[in-house]
């Protein structure tokens, strides 16, 4: 699997805009770009994910480089409850019996009241 | 979105005794199910892949007598982890996969502590 690299960790005051990047230079055309996040004791949870377009839902909004090998996963007003773990994840659609996750260390995220 | 519950949330039991973690997704069919074990401050390692009614795979380093996963069914996985000992207490957390659809939901977490 492609490998992504992320901040150790960052912090953001409340209610203010996060933007959390990630690089996947090794990123190939058919891997799907993935966000995931763990808050504090719990399993990770589904945030956003997207190919080449930028994407939006109500959780978070993905921005992918023109050359796909960065993307910025984005947090339009951060609040307590977004303190987590951010994990970028790389996942190839081609193999399609291959769905395994393999997690890196993510950006621990800590917010600021 | 869909829900995958583990029974038990937490267990603590003495060095030597197995414990059976149980994997269940709510209001989906799953095709597949993912175990991962995870150490405090470090990330998630996947610990084996299975599906319905095969035998599952198991990564590189996992014993696959040691822990014991059984996946009976579309919606029920269940990990055991035998003989446990101090070195196996950690927080295991299961995953399930609807196959097409590429986002994978992922278990609550059982926290295993061994005296």
């Known amino acids: 699997d492609a490998k992504t690299t992320q901040p150790n960790s960052m912090e953001s005051n409340e209610e203010e805009p996060v933007h959390l990047p990630c690089n996947h230079s090794t990123i190939s055309g058919t891997d799907y770009i993935h966000w995931y996040r763990q808050l504090p004791s719990q399993g990770p949870e589904y945030v956003i994910h997207g190919l080449t377009s930028n994407v939006n839902n109500r959780m978070a909004s993905l921005a992918i480089a023109e050359d796909r090998k960065s993307s910025t996963l984005i947090l339009h007003r951060a609040t307590l409850r977004d303190a987590a773990v951010y994990y970028c994840?790389?996942?190839?659609?081609?193999?399609?019996?291959?769905?395994?996750?393999?997690f890196g260390t993510g950006t621990r995220l800590t917010i600021i009241p | 979105g869909a829900v995958v519950s583990q029974h038990p949330s937490r267990v603590i039991c003495k060095s030597g005794t197995s414990v059976k973690i149980e994997c269940r997704s709510l209001d989906f069919q799953a095709t597949t199910m993912f175990w991962y074990r995870q150490f405090p401050k470090q990330s998630l390692m996947l610990m084996a892949t299975?599906?319905?009614?095969?035998?599952?795979?198991?990564e590189q380093g996992v014993e696959k007598d040691k822990f014991l996963i059984n996946h009976a069914s579309l919606t029920l996985s269940t990990l055991t982890v035998t003989s446990a000992h101090p070195e196996d207490s950690s927080f295991y957390i299961c995953?399930?996969?609807?196959?097409?659809?590429?986002?994978?939901?992922f278990g609550p977490g059982t926290r295993l502590t061994v005296l």
């Open positions: 995953s399930a996969s609807q196959g097409v659809v590429l986002e994978q939901f």
């Open positions: 299975s599906n319905e009614g095969s035998k599952a795979t198991y």
């Open positions: 994840i790389l996942r190839d659609s081609m193999n399609f019996g291959n769905e395994k996750l393999t």
